[in-house]
């Protein structure tokens, strides 16, 4: 005699779940998260997913939670209160690298302003704004790269960055003006 074969995982909506179910739900949750949020109390973790309510597979009498939903409850339990914020806040090296690099583009894309205001329509379109976006920079990076970097700014020799930061949407609009472009004559 062949044994029954075995039942097919069923889904379930989170309001219809029983009390014992959801305490499951909990349980494999935590179990499949421990790692990421030691210090997490048992009712952070059973608020945030009475917030989240994910559908539930039950399996015979395991319970489990689908990876996307998961992945929704590890991001609300990163914004929890409870957790303690980093300062400074952790950052992989290659990170890092690329904080440096973008700031050290924008030094050399402020260095080139005064060579294109000499003669600003002697270069395409293109490169005016590949050169104009880097010298304006980006705030997110700026950010990173401060939190991450200590010390003097900048190239030795150079212009001084926190001058040259501080003047360049004023630069990049008289070239623009000097260019012709439309809403800057």
Same mark, same amino acid.
């Given at each position: 005699?062949?044994?029954?074969?075995?039942?097919?995982?069923?889904?379930?909506?989170?309001?219809?779940?029983?009390?014992?179910?959801?305490?499951?739900?909990?349980?494999?949750?935590?179990?499949?998260?421990?790692?990421?949020?030691?210090?997490?109390?048992?009712?952070?973790?059973?608020?945030?997913?009475?917030?989240?309510?994910?559908?539930?597979?039950?399996?015979?009498?395991?319970?489990?939670?689908?990876?996307?939903?998961?992945?929704?409850?590890?991001?609300?339990?990163?914004?929890?209160?409870?957790? #303690?914020?980093?300062? #400074?806040?952790?950052?992989?090296?290659?990170?890092?690298?690329?904080?440096?690099?973008?700031?050290?583009?924008?030094?050399?894309?402020?260095?080139?302003?005064?060579?294109?205001?000499?003669?600003?329509?002697?270069?395409?379109?293109?490169?005016?704004?590949?050169? &104009?976006?880097?010298?304006?920079?980006?705030?997110?990076?700026?950010?990173?790269?401060?939190? &991450?970097?200590?010390? #003097?700014?900048?190239? #030795?020799?150079?212009?001084?960055?926190?001058?040259?930061?501080?003047?360049?949407?004023?630069?990049?609009?008289?070239?623009?003006?000097?260019?012709?472009?439309?809403?800057?004559?």
């Amino acid at each position: 005699m062949t044994p029954p074969p075995a039942p097919t995982p069923r889904c379930i909506p989170y309001a219809q779940a029983t009390p014992h179910q959801l305490s499951l739900a909990l349980a494999y949750a935590m179990g499949a998260l421990p790692e990421h949020f030691p210090t997490l109390s048992f009712a952070a973790w059973a608020n945030t997913l009475l917030q989240l309510k994910p559908d539930l597979w039950l399996d015979g009498d395991a319970v489990s939670i689908d990876y996307q939903d998961l992945k929704h409850l590890t991001q609300r339990l990163a914004a929890s209160e409870e957790l #303690p914020e980093l300062d #400074p806040p952790i950052y992989p090296d290659r990170a890092v690298y690329v904080f440096k690099r973008f700031f050290t583009y924008q030094d050399e894309a402020l260095e080139a302003l005064p060579d294109m205001a000499v003669n600003p329509l002697a270069y395409s379109s293109r490169v005016f704004t590949l050169v &104009t976006n880097l010298a304006l920079g980006n705030a997110v990076v700026d950010e990173l790269f401060h939190a &991450t970097h200590r010390g #003097p700014q900048g190239r #030795p020799g150079s212009v001084d960055p926190a001058l040259a930061r501080a003047t360049v949407h004023e630069q990049v609009r008289a070239l623009r003006q000097a260019r012709g472009e439309f809403g800057y004559q």
